[in-house]
């Protein structure tokens, strides 16, 4: 079946540190990706997305390459703040999954002034 | 708009005693859902609503139903509580099931003593 696989955390930076969070995915047919995140005490947002082969979502400064070759959609940022302490959720949705989201197991980021 | 809205935010039960949790979405969604999240497992999908008339199991349907009020409210009951039903539960809504971008709720942290 489908599934999304995202590095383990927590992840600690410093302020002004450059930021990857690895994804990988499995899935038939042609998955949708996205990046969520959820700040403490509250509900996941869309953080940014891509729908097809070769896409880059960006939002906020966070961008993500939607790879088929190497079936990934690594998030990165290039200089955090501690403002983006959160829990980052990779996920895919595929038209083989019945339209169902899969998530990841999140990452925590945590970013020191 | 106040977007998806979940009541109650907090709630402790008795093993065995039921409760109703309550979402709410003022978007004009075609679709809704019910997760858990439990630590290092990222979200789980109960039950979902594609249109207004229709539910369907997730990933973890044991031990909960759902109800479909109208377009605007999707319920999740607890018949006999467990506390392996300790979690965090969330409410999601999207225009429709293969639209991709969910919006999520607030949540609900529910304590199964």
């Known amino acids: 079946g489908n599934s999304v696989t995202q590095m383990e955390g927590p992840v600690t930076l410093s302020e002004e540190a450059f930021l990857t969070i690895n994804c990988t995915y499995t899935?038939?047919?042609?998955?949708?990706l996205f990046w969520y995140v959820q700040y403490p005490g509250e509900g996941l947002q869309l953080l940014l997305k891509a729908t097809k082969a070769d896409d880059k979502g960006s939002n906020k400064g966070f961008e993500a390459t939607y790879r088929k070759e190497t079936t990934s959609f690594h998030l990165e940022k290039g200089s955090v703040q501690v403002s983006d302490s959160a829990v980052y959720f990779c996920a895919l949705i595929s038209n083989t999954g019945g339209f169902k989201t899969i998530f990841g197991a999140g990452t925590r980021l945590f970013v020191k002034a | 708009n106040a977007g998806v809205t979940q009541t109650p935010k907090f709630q402790v039960l008795k093993t065995g005693q039921s409760m109703t949790l309550q979402c709410a979405q003022d978007?004009?969604?075609?679709?809704m859902y019910w997760y858990r999240q439990d630590p290092g497992m990222g979200l789980r999908l109960i039950y979902y609503?594609?249109?207004?008339?229709?539910?369907d199991k997730g990933e973890v349907p044991n031990g909960y139903n759902v109800s479909r009020l109208n377009k605007r409210e999707f319920s999740l009951r607890l018949e006999s509580a467990a506390p392996s039903q300790t979690s965090v539960y969330f409410c999601a809504s999207s225009d429709f099931v293969a639209r991709h971008e969910q919006y999520f709720g607030p949540g609900t942290r529910l304590t199964v003593t």
């Open positions: 609503s594609a249109s207004e008339g229709t539910t």
């Open positions: 978007m004009n969604h075609n679709s």
């Open positions: 899935a038939t047919g042609y998955p949708s």
